[in-house]
């Protein structure tokens, strides 16, 4: 089982990227999948995260309030992906983003069974 994000990279503030997360060995459907981020000096901060699409759960999406309304999760269950669209970027939205996937959405925690190697997000002008 292995999870891989990439599409990190520089951005100046005000622009955007989009993360993708792939599995390998697991069916991203059938998982709740976060992004956590950290930053040099923080705690690691739970960014997103979309829940499995078990038909209890469908469709449910978090937030945290930093990101709120410039960051967009999202799957592609043809490719087996989970993306996270971020616009309006901040200098600090700056920080390694993880994914990571579990049965539940881990709100506060970010305790998942499964993470990915993270990728670097810079923005900088």
């Known amino acids: 089982v292995q999870l891989q994000a990439s599409g990190g990279g520089l951005v100046q503030p005000g622009g955007s990227l989009r993360l993708s997360c792939e599995g390998s060995?697991?069916?991203?459907?059938?998982?709740?999948v976060g992004w956590v981020r950290q930053a040099p000096g923080k705690e690691r901060e739970g960014v997103s995260c979309i829940s499995s699409e078990d038909p209890n759960d469908e469709g449910v999406v978090y937030y945290a309030n930093s990101v709120k309304d410039r960051f967009t999760i999202s799957r592609d269950s043809a490719k087996n992906l989970v993306y996270l669209q971020m616009d309006s970027l901040k200098p600090e939205d700056a920080a390694v983003y993880f994914c990571?996937?579990?049965?539940?959405?881990?709100?506060?925690?970010?305790?998942?069974?499964?993470w990915g190697q993270g990728t670097q997000v810079t923005v900088s002008s």
């Open positions: 990571a996937a579990d049965s539940f959405c881990s709100i506060g925690t970010n305790e998942y069974d499964y």
């Open positions: 060995g697991l069916i991203l459907d059938d998982y709740a």
